[in-house]
């Protein structure tokens, strides 16, 4: 199992970021995926998550409304876009694989800051 985030980055408060998630080593269709993120100093906090079809798709309260998080099975790709970003959303974002046993990928940084 391999997951591999990219698309991270520094952006002005208000700005937007589309996080990528590549999967490979099982099959990704079969699995919800979630992303998650951790602030220094803080724990790691769940973010959203997205059913194994696409079609349900779940939210942390303070996100709802400015993040969308999406997946294309055909490319195995989760995705988190990221839209009017605070400087509180600063934090390394983690995809994982949802399951008896959570599989991470490395991290991206993602820094809010002007």
């Known amino acids: 199992v391999q997951l591999v985030e990219s698309g991270g980055g520094l952006v002005q408060p208000g700005g937007s970021l589309r996080l990528s998630c590549a999967a490979s080593?099982?099959?990704?269709?079969?699995?919800?995926m979630d992303w998650y993120r951790q602030a220094p100093g803080k724990e790691r906090e769940w973010v959203a998550g997205?059913?194994?079809?696409?079609?349900?798709?779940y939210y942390v309260d303070s996100v709802k409304g400015r993040f969308t998080i999406s997946r294309d099975n055909a490319k195995n790709t989760a995705y988190l876009q990221m839209n009017s970003l605070k400087p509180e959303d600063t934090a390394v974002y983690y995809c994982?694989?949802?399951?008896?046993?959570?599989?991470w990928g490395q991290g991206t940084q993602v820094t809010v800051s002007s």
């Open positions: 997205v059913s194994t079809g696409g079609g349900s798709t």
């Open positions: 994982c694989r949802r399951g008896p046993v959570q599989y």
């Open positions: 080593g099982f099959t990704f269709s079969n699995y919800v």
